[in-house]
């Protein structure tokens, strides 16, 4: 009786031990994250001023700056974000409202599935031998923005279907009862009630990009860079350019990759500085995913 | 579309129904089109997937028209850029699985405890906070934990292990370990709570705590979406590419032993494409049969993970 009464005790402080240390372990992701911050902004701050957002690379480590690479990253997510979204959502309609059951969707949603999960700088391989060379686009933003649409896709696709799945059906059958096309309905009632978790995801599939190096390298980002691209607009007639899409680029990824990979430690400064900015950046984009997921939810009850 | 013939009072009724069916067939074909233009769109994902496979084939096809298949397999040297080039992929591959494994051996164990304490410890409150914040952990920049590794968990790796060179294989593995923990951690806690409740209670019942319950009953149940957890964490790993371009140094090294540095597949592709090398060059193509490498080997292990999950499918 007594071996029974310890062999209980003994598994329930085993119990409690496993909570501990699976609270542990859970902080642990929590705890890299605050060091990995904490890291960056004692090396970092020291080079963050106006200046560092104002200028071109440079050779000596107090004077370089980041500008080429954040008009670089903007530019990049404008082509990424009006090529995967409206791409994107529309592909997850159709697979959500219109797609017929049948092999072909099946062979879609499979492959959506299987692509989520190819390493990114496949992607960037892929953009180097189509858009660079076959379509003859050259290493240029426009290549970087398509191939970066094309990694977020899936992100794109899934985030939207989730979104459209949560709309109760008695909404569209309101709306196919006083006579609307499908179009209609979708447009109409699906799409607005599904915007916000529509919204989230394209933020957070646009953070994932931002933070994308590998493929933009092997589809040529220059590392050094000391011009902008062409300005969209001009003061002359036709007033709007589309040069700058052909324009070489680097981006914020890139510019921090080409610091910290420097042997003189002065330039690791310039990289933590960058890799602030970066943290900063994709932190912001998830910090409003997640505010707008917790209105939206909030804000629509069925 | 029906209101612009609102109000025009002189229209005959016979012209009203027949504007109304114009209307109609008008309609009809406006939303063929909408829905073949959004079936396009659904589609571009497999012109995608074709456009991987085409590209890579196609100019890997051109790499092994110099190399021998034979040869790329066995070599043990991968010397592509210097001036007697050898093309053997073995070193790139080792370097690969030994970051990978190390990756592994952090994120499947700390990974699955997580999801453990998830879905079964810890109350809703607790899982509300703790869950986006560890899924910021696959937000940060993959070339930030690159930076993290080389200047953070190297020098204190040096502090306890003095021999490890400035570039090694270990400190990279770590961080790629912890970066895929939340990829290995949500989706083993679904494949988790996806149990039915009243296999819990049965184990409950028979006495067991919530650990044993946990590790005896629900793992094993769960185990086939668990695994698929662990092939998503393997696929991240091995196609991670800023850490060990940073921080695992870019020699090619055939060797086991994670204390060295060593280029993984990706570091290759990455070092390659840096400099300027002309299209259709031989480097220019190894990266291409490179990647390839790669593709094959995330392939062979979802196929790996698919018969695994297919031995162990518990339907409930």
Redesign the interface.
């Known amino acids: 009786m007594d071996n029974v009464e310890n062999k209980v005790t003994r598994n329930k402080r085993f119990d409690t031990l496993f909570a501990i240390i699976g609270l542990l372990s859970t902080l642990m992701g929590m705890i890299t994250l605050t060091v990995l911050i904490l890291d960056l902004a004692t090396a970092g701050a020291s080079r963050l001023s106006l200046n560092f957002f104002t200028s071109f690379p440079s050779r000596f480590p107090t004077q370089a700056g980041i500008l080429s690479a954040w008009v670089g990253t903007c530019l990049i997510m404008v082509v990424t974000a009006f090529t995967a979204v409206p791409m994107g959502v529309a592909a997850g309609v159709y697979l959500e409202e219109y797609a017929p059951k049948n092999w072909l969707t099946a062979l879609i949603e499979v492959n959506i599935a299987n692509l989520a999960g190819v390493p990114s700088i496949v992607y960037g391989l892929m953009a180097l031998g189509l858009f660079v060379y076959q379509l003859k686009l050259g290493q240029s933003i426009l290549s970087a923005g398509l191939t970066l649409a094309l990694l977020i896709l899936p992100i794109v696709i899934v985030a939207t279907r989730e979104s459209i799945r949560a709309v109760p059906s008695s909404m569209r059958e309101a709306a196919y009862a006083l006579g609307a096309t499908k179009w209609q309905t979708t447009r109409d009632h699906v799409l607005p009630y599904s915007m916000g978790g529509i919204l989230t995801g394209v933020i957070i599939a646009l953070s994932r990009a931002i933070g994308e190096s590998a493929p933009l390298i092997t589809i040529g980002a220059l590392t050094f860079i000391a011009f902008l691209p062409d300005p969209p607009i001009k003061a002359e007639f036709p007033f709007i350019s589309f040069d700058w899409l052909f324009s070489p680029f680097s981006a914020m990824p890139i510019q921090m990759f080409n610091w910290v990979s420097r042997p003189q430690q002065e330039f690791h400064l310039n990289a933590a500085a960058a890799g602030l900015v970066l943290m900063i950046m994709t932190l912001a984009m998830n910090g409003i995913a997640i505010y707008f997921r917790y209105r939206f939810r909030k804000r629509i009850k069925w | 579309m029906e209101t612009n013939h609102a109000g025009t009072g002189y229209l005959t009724t016979q012209g009203r129904v027949q504007s109304l069916a114009t209307n109609k067939t008008i ?1 009809k074909i ?2 063929r089109i ?2 073949f ?3 396009l ?6 012109a ?2 074709l ?2 496979v085409g ?2 084939l ?2 890997s096809w051109n790499f092994f028209k110099h190399v021998s298949l034979f040869d790329f397999l066995t070599d043990t040297q991968w010397t592509v850029l210097f001036e007697n080039p050898r093309y053997g992929i073995m070193p790139l591959v080792t370097g690969t699985v030994v970051t990978s494994a190390v990756a592994l051996f952090v994120a499947l164990p ?1 990974g699955t ?2 999801a ?3 879905s079964e ?2 109350n809703n409150r607790v899982r509300e906070i ?1 869950k ?3 899924e ?2 696959s ?10 590794a ?3 968990v190297t020098p204190l790796l040096q502090s306890i292990l003095p021999d490890l060179p400035g570039f090694n294989m270990l400190s990279a593995g770590i961080v790629i370990g ?1 970066m895929i ?2 990829y290995v951690s949500s989706l083993s806690e679904d494949a988790m709570k996806a149990v039915p409740v009243h296999i819990r209670e049965g184990s409950y019942a028979m ?1 067991a ?4 319950t946990a590790v005896r009953v629900l793992f094993p149940s769960a185990f086939s979406g668990i695994a698929s957890a662990y092939v ?1 964490g393997f ?2 790993a ?5 850490v060990v ?2 921080a695992a140094g870019q020699q090619p090294n055939l060797t086991l032993n994670p204390m060295e540095g060593a280029a993984t597949i ?1 570091a290759y ?2 070092q390659v ?2 400099g300027d090398l002309p ?1 259709g060059s031989i480097a220019y193509e190894s ?2 049969a490179a ?1 390839l490498t ?2 094959c080997m ?1 392939l062979l292990f ?1 196929i790996g993970g698919y018969l695994l999950r297919k031995r162990f499918r518990e339907i409930y």
């Open positions: 309609q406006r939303e909408i829905e233009a959004m079936f769109c659904a589609l571009s994902s497999i995608v997937t456009g991987i590209i890579l196609f100019e700390l405890t997580i453990i304490y998830l410890y810890a703790l986006p914040i560890l910021l952990l937000a940060v920049p993959t070339v930030v934990f690159g930076y993290f080389l200047l953070f912890i923990i939340p006495g705590t919530r650990f044993q998503l696929s991240r091995v196609g991670e590419t800023m371009a940073i990706t592709i990455v494409s840096l299209h990266i291409f990647g790669l593709m995330t979802n």
